[in-house]
């Protein structure tokens, strides 16, 4: 006999029991009709690209955080994709000539990190995400915290916040603090304020030339709170006269009084002169996402606007902004933290349960005619008695059996149960599939 190999899949890799997926199934439906509902367009790209495509940008903890591979026989370099945004740049210049601009649109997929796996962090993941390309409106902007809005309002997680800064106004004003020559260095910094004590990250300011006035200046100017007409008030009696930060409190001011107009409700959307978004590519407006409820989780839907997508492909100027919903992180954080339910085993609703076997054929076309109604419909077909049969139904999560005897093939009808309420009710066939309906 040949030796049995443990099934096991690689560490940091996911797969969900059916109850989980569906539950997955639905976040994942719910965000690609909300993107749709925005016009944005779906893409597609591979999972794979060139290596000096993908790292074209080179150095850094990219390189080492890739599945990086040739093919035998071949001198093809190849590497999984790490994230959905340097795909979209390639593709936007690849395509330049063949898309309208300003060009939106959505893409839910897998990336891989080859970086170590541990609670909450894996090394491949979905994200879901949304860009337009081609606009420096910042009336786009505003767009984004609209759409993060009804996706998390259809989530149904509870309350959440939208941060929302602009990273001229922290760039501005720390050119006028004289930090020019540091203002990267200082902006990433400032993105780690909520995840370090003080202490520390005073010690990393000073570590990179900045002296007490300065740090201090710093942390007065991030700790700057109130309503959102407060913090905007109070940017602007700050007496600044850099254009860069002036620049960047007209954007705020235009992308908040935008999201009033559209509807957005305010208690959902704060400004928040901490968020800046370590990365560097960004440069306007930035987002972060958070539920009220469970802080600890972290960031659930981050992104913000820059200048050049596709800089590394193409001269054009191609500046943006976009979005990404981490779905796999916020799906298992939820999970861990009791919020998200997986009783449902089926994607249908609906079982129809012959009671023995001579009603099969009846229940047959009964279960046909609910599933030409649309109505997604399971039938049992194994033989047990109806005890065992019922207890099928309540562990695979089914609303509804459909329950049919002797008595209701001769009488033309079926027995419906409500397996929440156990309510019994005797029904023409027609009956119930637009009761089902």
Known sequence: ???IVTPRKPSGFNEYLPGEQIEFNRLLDIIKRVYEKYGFAPLDTPDIELS????????GETEQEVYRFKREGSDTDLTLRYDLTVPL????????????????????GKVHRAERAQ???????????????????????AEFPVII?????????GEFTVRLNNRRILSGFFEELGLTESVRDVLRIVDKMEKLSREDIAEQFRLIGLNDEQVNRVFDFTSIDGSNDDILKRLNELGVENETFKTGVAEITTVIKSLRTMGMPESRFKLDLKIARGLDYYTGTV????????????SVCSGGRYDNLASYYTKTDLPG????IGLTRLFYALKQEGVIKADKQSPAGVIVLPIAEEQTEYATQVAAKLRAADVPTVLYTEVNDLGKKLRYASRMGFNYAVVIGQNEVQGGNVSLKNLQTREDQTLAVDDIVAKLR
């Open 52 to 59: 000096e495509v993908l790292l074209a940008k080179g150095g």
């Open 149 to 157: 809005n009804e996706i998390f309002s259809d989530f149904n997680f």
């Open 119 to 141: 609670a909450g962090r894996f090394r491949e993941f979905y994200q879901c995400d949304i860009d337009i390309i081609g606009s420096n409106s910042p009336l786009v902007d």
């Open 89 to 108: 740049a390639r593709y936007v210049a690849e395509h330049e000539s063949d898309l309208v601009f300003p060009f939106r649109r959505y893409h839910i």
């Open 1 to 3: 006999m040949s030796n």
């Open 287 to 298: 987002y972060e996402t958070i539920l009220n409820d469970y802080p600890q989780v972290g």
């Open 321 to 324: 902004v976009g979005i990404s």
